[in-house]
């Protein structure tokens, strides 16, 4: 039995009209009669009978029209997963913080693409929390997040072990106030990191004796940073985003002898695309650049 010949029976099964199904299936009629009788010598029945002009199932013909329905929606559906599977491997979908999008990933998508030149790149900004939903519902392909996150079918890689967030000052502001004065007189800006450091962060304000008067939030870095250099307040922020800054000294460190907050940033994915070698490739040039691009 060969799928062509079930599929030529299909097709005459459902027009009870051989002429009709050797147009349809751009055969010609003795062809479509050859292959029926083919698959009839190889069941052993036959398929069709006729009534003066019309063509009916034979009981046989009923029972195999059953099963070959089932095995073209079958096969239909499988070529259809096939060609979804297809266009998805042509694109990853990216998602992490704002600061990780615009500082560490332009360098990496550079090496990748120039080895992978046709796939297609989604970068997605958005906090953990949303990289984390968004890696459960398969939305996104790889995800950046701040911290860790174990679950079953979910591979967690830490990528950077420590990152120290710092109060930082704009040197403007430095100049004309003590540190403990710009706690008081300017709002205190905060990177808003929604998961495990969190209770950390704000554990490091009670020991430093942080209690603003007013909080602003933000959960780009880019934010915090661009607020404290136009003087508006007092910010928490990673240290490899204001190096320059600090040694041109644009911004101003205040040092409150606490220990420095420290994040680990990691890299979860669902398991089952690490069997794909193109994603691999990605996940290995995340690991070997991410520590040393600032």
């Keep these: 039995m060969e799928l062509r010949q079930l599929k030529t029976f299909q097709t005459a099964a459902d027009l009870l009209n051989f002429t009709q199904a050797a147009k349809q299936l751009n055969f010609s009629q003795p062809t479509v009669t050859a292959q029926i009788r083919a698959l009839e010598q190889d069941i052993g029945h036959p398929l069709f009978f006729r009534i003066g002009k019309q063509t009916f199932l034979t009981a046989h013909g009923e029972l195999v029209k059953h ?13 259809s997963d096939l060609k979804k599977k297809s266009r998805s491997e042509s694109k990853v979908t990216i998602a992490a913080s704002e600061t990780f999008c615009t500082h560490y990933f332009p360098p990496i998508i550079r090496q990748y693409l120039a080895v992978y030149p046709e796939i297609g790149i989604k970068l ?14 398969n939305a996104f392909d790889i995800g950046i997040i701040s911290g860790t996150y174990n679950k079953a079918g979910i591979t967690n890689v830490m990528i950077s072990e420590k990152e120290d967030l710092i109060l930082i000052a704009s ?16 709002p ?13 962060m704000n554990s490091y304000m009670r020991a430093a004796g942080i209690r603003p008067r007013k909080i602003i939030e933000s ?8 607020a404290v250099m136009n003087d508006i307040g007092i910010g928490l922020i990673a240290r490899n985003l204001v190096k ?23 890299l979860v994915i669902a398991t089952h695309k690490l069997r794909d070698q193109k994603t691999m490739h990605l996940i290995r040039l995340i690991e070997q650049n991410w520590n040393a691009i600032h």
């Design 188 to 200: 205190f800006i905060k990177y808003e990191i929604i998961g495990p450091f969190e209770e950390q």
């Design 67 to 79: 099963y070959a329905d089932q095995i073209f929606s079958v096969l239909g559906q499988m070529n």
């Design 219 to 226: 959960s780009s870095l880019e934010a915090v940073k661009s």
């Design 124 to 137: 997605v900004s958005c906090t953990s929390d949303r990289v984390i939903d968004g890696i459960n519902s």
């Design 171 to 186: 040197s403007a502001l430095s100049e004309k106030y003590a540190d403990h004065e710009l706690l008081d007189h300017y």
């Design 244 to 266: 320059k800054e600090l040694a041109a000294r644009q911004l101003h460190e205040i040092v409150l002898n606490q220990k420095p907050v420290e994040i680990q940033t990691s």
